[in-house]
């Protein structure tokens, strides 16, 4: 899709600033780090049954609300906090997205390997390029994300089904779903 810059997007971006942004800057590019990956995972987790930019708009607020979306500050979370961030208005209150990600930062502790690296050992083999030419030839699972998900479920990470996989998968760089057309097909 033309943009009033000239360039041309994912249709799935519109024209929505925040939405260009993430596209331009963030979304398909390799993501590494701990708590960068739990906030992807967790944001895709609140992100289920809405819209992105709901996400995206909120997104400061998030940080904010989730220490930075540092793993060990949030596992400290109690019901105190649960009742705080359910009473913020700058979030999703969702008791039950909220309950996961302060369950999900107390897995994440446990892990034996660090988060990102269980999540990158999912990505599928770099030498296998895919370059969809239209939205409509880009999934909503594979057969990677539908792995990543049994084995995160397996250690007791919730909100975390194969659908949300694929997003974090998308959104951290661990596949790359730019059509064809976009500008950021040709730039990686």
């Not at 930075?68 to 209150?93: K, S």
């Not at 997205?97 to 446990?110: C, F, G, S």
């Not at 988060?115 to 880009?138: I, K, M, N, Q, Y």
């Not at 998900?149 to 996989?165: M, N, Q, S, Y």
């Amino acid at each position: 899709m033309p943009e009033s810059d000239g360039r041309q997007r994912c249709g799935w971006a519109g024209t929505a600033p925040e939405y260009v942004a993430y596209h331009d800057e963030e979304w398909g590019r390799p993501l590494r780090g701990v708590g960068a990956m739990f906030e992807r995972l967790s944001l895709e987790a609140f992100q289920s049954g809405l819209s992105w930019l709901v996400i995206l708009r909120k997104r400061p607020a998030f940080r904010t609300a989730f220490a930075g979306f540092d793993p060990a500050a949030v596992a400290r979370f109690d019901d105190a906090d649960v009742g705080r961030l359910l009473a913020d208005a700058g979030i999703v209150r969702n008791r039950a997205k909220i309950e996961a990600t302060v369950h999900n930062a107390r897995r994440v502790l446990e892990l034996e390997n660090p988060l990102d690296e269980l999540l990158w050992s999912f990505a599928p083999d770099p030498g296998v390029h895919r370059r969809p030419v239209t939205l409509a030839e880009v999934p909503a699972t594979s057969t990677e994300s539908v792995a990543m998900a049994r084995e995160l479920k397996r250690r007791g990470l919730r909100f975390v089904g194969p659908t949300t996989c694929y997003a974090l998968m998308q959104a951290a760089g661990l596949v790359d779903d730019h059509v064809q057309a976009c500008w950021r097909a040709a730039t990686g």
